[in-house]
């Protein structure tokens, strides 16, 4: 069976992929078995099975399975990088920015549960033998420091501050609703967006 042959992934279903194009269907199956059974079921030897390539054939695009991980999280936050901005495009007020970019935060992380936790899994940790994947994981970061960063008379060392403490907020607000520790709806919201509101308000004096 040749590489423009459909494939059988780890859920089952067929894969397919043209000649070069291995890399993206390595990268689609590894999600594909991260969501099916976790990260200690993502291997290499597992990807050659589920693509149907030789199992020589994924480490011609991963040296291992550090940088498996590096690639399927860099991927991650790529994509909650691309959410987040498309949910704040046309808010100009920057309390409605911040707003709309934790709200998709929130719900890129609680929608990709096992994704999300392994673009911050402690074995990915230290970035510095993963030099794009840093990159790309301040994404989210910068986004939420470019709107403060644009506010009149912004202080350069407060709007570092401020970036941390909002940021803190959205990811500590994510990993309690992924983790069942927090129900909204006890608080008078039935939404996460509306979740969101309310507790941005406390930042409300330093957003305006």
Same mark, same amino acid.
């Given at each position: 069976m040749n590489q423009n042959s459909a494939r059988e992934t780890a859920c089952g279903k067929k894969l397919k992929y043209h000649h070069g194009a291995l890399r993206p269907a390595l990268l689609e199956a590894a999600e594909k078995i991260l969501l099916e059974d976790g990260i200690d079921a993502l291997s290499l030897r597992a990807l050659a099975r589920a693509t149907g390539v030789t199992q020589a054939a994924p480490y011609s695009h991963f040296r291992d399975k550090d940088e498996l991980l590096a690639a399927v999280a860099e991927q991650g936050f790529q994509r909650l990088a691309l959410a987040m901005v498309e949910s704040a495009t046309g808010q100009t007020a920057a309390r409605a920015r911040i707003e709309r970019l934790i709200t998709a935060y929130i719900r890129f992380a609680v929608g990709n549960d096992q994704l999300f936790?392994?673009?911050?899994?402690?074995?990915? &940790?230290?970035?510095?033998?993963?030099? @794009?994947?840093?990159?790309?994981?301040?994404? &989210?970061?910068?986004?939420? &420091?470019?709107?403060?960063?644009?506010?009149?008379?912004?202080?350069?060392?407060?709007?570092?501050? /401020?970036?941390?403490?909002?940021? &803190?907020?959205?990811? =500590?607000?994510?990993?309690?609703?992924?983790?069942?520790?927090?129900? $909204?709806? /006890?608080? =008078? @919201?039935?939404? $996460?967006? =509306?979740?969101?509101?309310?507790?941005?308000?406390?930042?409300?004096?330093?957003?305006?």
């Open positions: 936790r392994l673009m911050f899994s402690p074995a990915l &940790s230290d970035m510095r033998n993963h030099p @794009t994947l840093a990159m790309t994981a301040g994404k &989210s970061y910068a986004l939420i &420091s470019a709107v403060l960063a644009k506010r009149e008379n912004a202080d350069p060392e407060e709007t570092r501050f /401020q970036t941390l403490a909002i940021w &803190s907020l959205c990811h =500590g607000l994510a990993q309690l609703i992924m983790d069942d520790r927090v129900n $909204i709806e /006890q608080f =008078g @919201t039935a939404d $996460i967006a =509306g979740f969101v509101r309310r507790a941005v308000g406390l930042f409300a004096a330093q957003l305006a």
